[in-house]
């Protein structure tokens, strides 16, 4: 190993707090080091603020660093409380395995995890058959309540409520980190800076239990300049399943991040060397859209490899220059019969999905963020006919960035 990986990371912005810093390097810059990251399946798909994680272990794994991606089969039973209001919803245990098992398909995509050069393992196999009075005379006896709730993820939680249930969730993932080093000699654990009390609980637990050395590093959540986190559209969350977020509207959703982000997103999201990085993030004017047009071109390759980042461009292209290629835009295919004696925008909307009923299409339309074929449309009782259509297509756009191809069958 040359460059020491805990210094690409910094300079890329990734890392937030370590509990050893100088520790952390010196382990990194030796021999392969075993870490992990937990992917809890509450979806079927990781999300763009997801990917960050993805791109650390990528990082890691680049660097001859093994990684373990931990899919918690086993904590999504509890539910994470850090950052929510409320208790989140319960999930059924066929949803839960449904999902793990497309997250873990997610994630080989992106790492090797053959066994040797990276480990994908879910911590339903240890925690669902746990023998509850040994757990708490074993594990729980390490864990003070006074500081578990002085922890921000419990504090946040302390005047709505918080259940015994979420309250375990803490020892459960320091658990997760004990066995993992137990297994595999794991002794680093990673995660978004909201895990920061949950990774301490880990590395803590490991000193006491088996008086070896452990460590915790967090990195910062994907946000905005103004502190905002990223991941969602108008549409909703912007997923790495191409059938859930199109590569289309991967690519728009990068290509529209506002300029204070871009040199931001294109250290966090990109394998761009950092001087290109820093080029590409001081540019100014119109020179700033050649920077986002790199970040979504590049960003989209990594999820969805170069054909289909190719494809998007073209498409994203099409729409403001001829000639361009508009086949990646995602479109809804409808009978030409339906046309013939019109059908109603606010029907439109909802049945390609732009609305969720005709109420907020309307509202929509009213509001005046409805486009058919670059025209905004003012009137709620429009009616689509077929001669609204261009061979055999129609344009619809939603505010200044969702846009929907309707096809004629």
């Not at 850090?82 to 994630?107: F, Y």
């Not at 339903?124 to 005379?137: G, K, Q, S, V």
């Not at 990109?270 to 790199?294: H, Q, Y």
């Not at 006919?385 to 200044?400: A, C, E, H």
Request: hydrophobic fraction near 40%.
């Amino acid at each position: 190993m040359t460059t020491n990986v805990f210094d690409v990371l910094k300079e890329r912005g990734f890392i937030e707090q370590a509990t050893h810093e100088d520790e952390i390097r010196e382990l990194l810059g030796k021999d392969p080091v075993t870490f992990y990251i937990g992917f809890d399946p509450t979806a079927d798909s990781l999300h763009v603020g997801h990917f960050i994680q993805v791109m650390v272990m990528m990082h890691m794994q680049r660097a001859g660093h093994v990684p373990i991606a931990l899919v918690g089969g086993g904590t999504v039973m509890v539910g994470d409380p850090t950052g929510k209001t409320e208790m989140r919803k319960m999930l059924s245990v066929e949803d839960i395995n449904n999902n793990a098992e497309s997250i873990k398909k997610q994630l080989e995509k992106y790492l090797i995890l053959d066994g040797e050069k990276g480990i994908v393992a879910n911590n339903a196999d240890w925690l669902t058959n746990l023998n509850y009075i040994e757990f708490l005379r074993d594990i729980g006896k390490h864990f003070s309540v006074n500081r578990m709730l002085t922890a921000e993820c419990f504090k946040s939680r302390m005047e709505k409520g918080l259940s015994f249930l979420e309250f375990n969730y803490m020892i459960m993932q320091g658990y997760d980190f004990l066995e993992l080093n137990n297994r595999y000699g794991c002794v680093l654990e990673l995660g978004g800076n909201d895990q920061w009390s949950n990774i301490i609980a880990g590395v803590e637990l490991i000193r006491r239990v088996k008086r070896k050395p452990a460590f915790g590093l967090t990195f910062k959540l994907l946000t905005t300049s103004e502190g905002k986190k990223m991941g969602k559209s108008e549409a909703g969350a912007v997923w790495i399943d191409k059938e859930k977020t199109a590569p289309y509207d991967l690519y728009q959703y990068l290509r529209n991040v506002d300029d204070a982000d871009v040199e931001n997103c294109l250290a966090l999201l990109t394998f761009l060397p950092m001087d290109e990085v820093r080029r590409l993030g001081s540019l100014e004017g119109a020179e700033i859209n050649k920077a986002k047009e790199i970040l979504a071109f590049e960003f989209t390759k990594i999820v969805h490899g170069e054909e289909e980042a190719i494809n998007a461009q073209n498409a994203a292209k099409a729409l403001f220059a001829s000639g361009g290629n508009a086949t990646s835009m995602p479109s809804t295919e409808i009978e030409s019969s339906k046309f013939e004696e019109g059908m109603g925008i606010l029907t439109l909307l909802t049945e390609i999905g732009l609305s969720a009923s005709n109420g907020e299409a309307r509202r929509l339309v009213q509001q005046g963020g409805i486009y058919v074929n670059e025209e905004r449309i003012t009137d709620f009782r429009m009616q689509i006919t077929l001669d609204n259509f261009q061979d055999g297509k129609l344009m619809i756009r939603k505010g200044k960035k969702v846009h929907h191809q309707v096809v004629l069958v």
